[in-house]
């Protein structure tokens, strides 16, 4: 059993940003995701990378202000840099991987939470006005 590890949660305001953080302990597949969930709300992809040097997806929400990547040195680590922060990102973010994948499944995969078998157990985001 793999297990995801996040970090860097907390507050910010309005246009700030954050870092996220997510380290795996035990090996996972290249298919790598950020998802968010809300009070209320279906968990959703926010992005998705295929490490190794592979794509990144975005959901339309959030393109052009996060930035999801890899750590060169450190195999499966996976970061979400998140600028601009707005109130309605305020969630709890989920990293997530795949226990198997290719990257042409991946690309139509990524955003489906039904499709990765290993969870963190969530970082609180909260955007304050």
């Known amino acids: 059993q793999v297990q995801l590890m996040e970090s860097g949660g907390g507050s910010a305001q309005a246009g700030g940003s954050l870092r996220l953080s997510c380290t795996p302990a035990?090996?996972?597949?290249?298919?790598m995701a950020w998802f968010r969930q809300a009070p209320g709300k279906e968990r959703e992809g926010v992005a998705g990378?295929?490490?190794?040097?592979?794509?990144?997806?975005y959901a339309d929400s959030v393109k052009g202000r996060f930035t999801v990547s890899e750590d060169p040195g450190r195999p499966s680590t996976m970061y979400l840099q998140m600028f601009d922060l707005k109130p309605e990102d305020t969630a709890m973010y989920f990293c997530?991987?795949?226990?198997?994948?290719?990257?042409?499944?991946?690309?139509?995969?990524?955003?489906?939470?039904?499709?990765?078998?290993?969870w963190g157990q969530g970082t609180q985001v909260t955007v304050s006005s």
């Open positions: 997530a991987a795949m226990r198997g994948c290719s990257a042409p499944y991946f690309t139509y995969s990524w955003a489906n939470v039904l499709h990765y078998e290993y």
């Open positions: 035990g090996h996972t597949s290249n298919c």
């Open positions: 990378i295929y490490t190794g040097g592979g794509s990144t997806y």
